[in-house]
């Protein structure tokens, strides 16, 4: 993909913002996510091996 192609796909800030869909607004959400829920930020996280590598299961953990 050339540069410009590259840059088609990149939004300002103030666009992104008003966007439920954008990326921007998915990572606001995720931080508050981690923010909000102690295990995402101070937990222990531990990945099961489902045997399938299409298949990924985590299991968070903590003294809360």
């Known amino acids: 993909a ?5 840059l088609e796909g ?14 921007q ?7 508050h996510l981690r ?3 102690v295990a ?3 937990g222990e996280i531990n990945r099961h091996d489902l045997g399938n590598p299409l298949l990924v299961s985590y299991t968070l953990k903590g003294d809360y």
């Open 25 to 31: 607004r998915h990572f606001k959400r995720l931080i």
């Open 10 to 23: 990149i939004h300002p800030l103030s666009v992104q913002s008003v966007d439920p869909a954008s990326l």
């Open 2 to 6: 050339s540069d410009e192609q590259f």
């Open 40 to 42: 995402f930020s101070d």
């Open 35 to 37: 923010n909000d829920h």
